[in-house]
C-alpha cells in the first residue's frame, strides 16, 4: 500500500474575530484539529499612549492612562497615581478616607471588568444568556461612575494627590444597593453556569498550564491562581490600607479553562466583601485629598477671597506641579493580575516616560503553553479564560 501523504494546514484567525477579545491575530499551525503551533501577532491596537504621556503634565496623563486597559480604567489611573505620589513623598500622608474611597473604586472596577469576562466567556462558549444577566449589572456600575465624575467609561476621579472631588450625595447609599443586590446576582450566575454539562466538558482540563509555568512567562492574578499560586499584590505588597481588610486570596489547582472561571468568579464575592468594609470606613463629610499645596489646589473659598490662594490655583492649572527627579514603579492588583505603573521623572511637570506593566502581554506571551496540543475549537474557550484586553497590550 501506498505511503499516504500528510501535512499541517495553517489557519489565520483573527486579528478581525469576536472570540479574540480585539484585534488579536493567531496563525495556527493544525495536524487535523489538533494545535500544533500558534504564532500571536498584537500592536493591531498601538496607539503611542505611553509616548503621548511625556508630552502632558502630571495630572493630564491620568485620561490617557485610563484608555489603555478600557475594561480597567481606575485601576491604571491608581498605579499611576501611587507611582507619582511615591516620588513626591505623599504616600505616607493621604488621608485614611481617601484611601477607603480608592479602595472602594478599585474593587468596583474589578466587579466591572469580571462582569464583561464573564458575560463575553460564557457567550463564546454557548451561553448567551449569561451576558444580558451580567451587562444588566454592570450597568449599574457605569452608573456609579457617571455620579462620581460625569463619565460612565473613564471618570478620572481618581487623581495625583487624592481624588478629583468628594463622593457626591447619595453615591454611598446607591453602591450599598449595588452591593446588597450583586451576591444574589452571582447565585443566579452560577446557577446558570458553573454546574452546566456543556460548560463543564467544554472547559474542564482544557488549556491547563502549571504554576511553575505561570511564574517563568510572568503570569499572575486569576491565571496563576487558578493554578495553584497565591500571590496577590493586595496581600504582597499592601497600598491604599489593603492590609487592614479581611478578604480571602481565592485560588484553585488545576490551571484549566474551568478553575480559572471558578476563581474569578470567588473573586466577585470578595471584593463585594472589600467594599462593604470600605464603606463603612468612608465618612459622610471629610477629606478626599492630602494636604499639599504643591498638587492640590487650594479651596475655593480661599480663591474667592485671598490673593495667595488664587495665584496658586492659577499656577496649579496653568503650569501643574514639578515631580523630584527619580523613579518609581508601584504594581496594583488589577481585574488582570499585577498591573504595574514605572514612571521616570527629570524634575520637570511633564513625565520623562511613563511604562505599564500590561498583563494581557504577557498572557499572549504565553499563549502557546495554554493551546499547544489541544484541539482547535478550544482556542475560543482559552482566549475568553485569559481576559485579555488588547488596548492594554498594545497601548
Known sequence: MADVRTETMTVNMGPQHPSTHGVLRLVLELDGETVVSVSPTVGYLHTGIEKTCEQKKWQQVIPLVERMDYLGAQSNSLAFCLSVEKMLGLDEQMPARVNAIRVMIAELQRLSSHLV?????????????????????????????????????????????????????????????????????????????????????????????????????????????AAGGDYDVRRAFPYCDYDTYEFDVIGASNGDVYDRYLTRMAEMRESVKICNQALERIDPVGAWACDDKRVVPPPKDQVYTEMEALIQHFLIYSQGFKVPAGDAYVPVEGPRGEHGCYVVSDGTNRPWRVHMRAPGLFACQALHKFVVGGMIADVIAVIGSLDVVMGDVDR
Not at 449595588?178 to 474542564?204: A, C, H, Q, S, V
Open 117 to 225: 469576562w464573564f458575560g463575553t466567556h460564557a457567550m463564546e462558549i454557548g451561553a448567551i444568556t449569561g451576558l444580558l444577566h451580567a451587562l444588566r449589572e454592570r450597568e449599574i456600575i457605569m452608573n456609579l461612575n457617571e455620579m462620581l465624575g460625569g463619565f460612565r467609561f473613564f471618570p478620572s476621579y481618581i487623581r495625583v494627590g487624592g481624588l478629583k472631588e468628594d463622593i457626591p450625595r447619595g453615591y454611598k447609599e446607591a453602591v450599598k444597593a449595588f452591593l446588597d443586590r450583586l451576591p444574589g446576582k452571582i447565585d443566579e450566575y452560577e446557577t446558570l453556569i458553573t454546574k452546566n454539562p456543556i460548560w463543564l466538558d467544554r472547559t474542564r482540563g482544557v488549556g491547563v498550564i502549571s504554576y511553575d509555568d505561570c511564574c517563568r512567562w510572568g503570569l499572575f492574578g486569576p491565571i496563576a491562581r
